[in-house]
T-cell receptor, first 116, second 113 residues
Framework: AQKITQTQPGMFVQEKEAVTLDCTYD???????LFWYKQPSSGEMIFLIY??????QNATEGRYSLNFQKARKSANLVISASQLGDSAMYFC?????????????FGTGTRLLVSP | SQTIHQWPATLVQPVGSPLSLECTVE??????LYWYRQAAGRGLQLLFY??????ISSEVPQNLSASRPQDRQFILSSKKLLLSDSGFYLC????????????FGPGTRLLVL
């Protein structure tokens, strides 16, 4: 079974609008972490935001926020006031902290295109 | 601040040739190090990770190997490349802790012909 599911292969948004990128996860571990990374065309993976399973509040980092719904096992990324430079692939990842080694499992990604 | 370097940036190699990709981290001590591969249009697949010098764990059996000769150096190797080894190789580092965010290098694009 997929641990991380990103159902949107591509998303379009106009500049200055907000966009939500979906991510659902599957784990039986009560302690886990959720990450979002941005991959521009250059290829480098850029860390955006982190949400811990025990965090009471949704994580925010500048224009990025994470809509964490634990009961639904979803961790959607919200980008506010989109900019042309936000056009990139976005990956959701999970780390299960009950395992011996804390490795990340990545989703298949969502390609975001921001238009003027 | 910490930085991570990978080289070469791009590599074109014939089938059956050897491979050596290098990754170095600056500005931190005793990092956890990782090698990932990303096939075109796909997500990341963890290949190897290391928690210390000489300590390598493999996630996927294949004709690749990894070594960590120094604390902040991680090398990905192959004795004979296959066509299926083509892809984008990313090195990452993290520091053990509650959050343990992984930070990635710029990557190496490998094309095996």
């Amino acid at each position: 079974a997929q641990k991380i599911t990103q159902t949107q292969p591509g998303m379009f948004v106009q500049e200055k609008e907000a966009v939500t990128l979906d991510c659902t996860y599957d784990t039986s571990d009560p302690s886990y972490g959720l990450f979002w990374y941005k991959q521009p065309s250059s290829g480098e993976m850029i860390f955006l935001i982190y949400q811990g399973s025990y965090d009471q509040q949704n994580a925010t980092e500048g224009r990025y926020s994470l809509n964490f719904q634990k009961a639904r096992k979803s961790a959607n990324l919200v980008i506010s006031a989109s900019q042309l430079g936000d056009s990139a692939m976005y990956f959701c990842a999970m780390r299960e902290e009950g395992t011996g080694f804390q490795k990340l499992v990545f989703g298949t990604g969502t390609r975001l295109l921001v238009s003027p | 601040s910490q930085t991570i370097h990978q080289w070469p940036a791009t590599l074109v190699q014939p089938v059956g040739s050897p491979l050596s990709l290098e990754c170095t981290v600056e500005g931190t001590s005793n990092p956890n190090l990782y090698w990932y591969r990303q096939a075109a249009g796909r997500g990341l697949q963890l290949l190897f990770y290391s928690v210390g010098i000489g300590q390598i764990s493999s996630e996927v059996p294949q004709n690749l190997s990894a070594s960590r000769p120094q604390d902040r150096q991680f090398i990905l190797s192959s004795k004979k490349l296959l066509l299926s080894d083509s892809g984008f190789y990313l090195c990452a580092w993290s520091v053990s802790g509650r959050i343990e965010t992984q930070y990635f290098g710029p990557g190496t694009r490998l094309l095996v012909l």
